[in-house]
């Protein structure tokens, strides 16, 4: 049964950076996109940023595009996001996902993945 773990969060000041990894276990995610979402207290969960299968497509939201960075690791059953440049409106539970369908293209839709990780915790402080 795949689970999916999360890691790396915690409290960091404004336009510091943190490296945020999801781990899989149970079942290889190499044929699928990747998402990561996140979720603000009294807010919806929203998009964040997605790779495809092999990282040759990825997406952002307007809000962190050239701040954030995500990639993947095959060998490691790994996908990672980078941080940087973070602003207090950052701050919320960052969750990792998996496509429900082969990952050729990159899902912007909370609604096209079904497999999620518990969350981690991002603060940043201003």
């Known amino acids: 049964q795949l689970q999916l773990v999360e890691s790396g969060g915690g409290l960091v000041q404004a336009g510091g950076s943190l490296r945020l990894s999801c781990a899989a276990s149970?079942?290889?995610?190499?044929?699928?996109?990747l998402g990561w979402f996140r979720q603000a207290p009294g807010k919806e969960r929203e998009f964040v940023a997605c790779i495809n299968w092999n990282g040759a497509n990825t997406s952002y939201a307007d809000s962190v595009k050239g701040r954030f960075t995500v990639s993947r690791d095959h060998a490691k059953n790994t996908m990672y996001l980078q941080t940087n440049s973070l602003k207090p409106e950052d701050t919320a539970v960052y969750y990792c996902?998996?496509?429900?369908?082969?990952?050729?293209?990159?899902?912007?839709?909370?609604?096209?993945?079904?497999?999620w990780g518990q969350g981690t915790q991002v603060t940043v402080s201003s």
């Open positions: 996902a998996k496509s429900r369908l082969y990952g050729t293209t990159c899902y912007r839709a909370i609604g096209e993945y079904d497999s």
């Open positions: 149970g079942r290889t995610l190499n044929v699928y996109t």
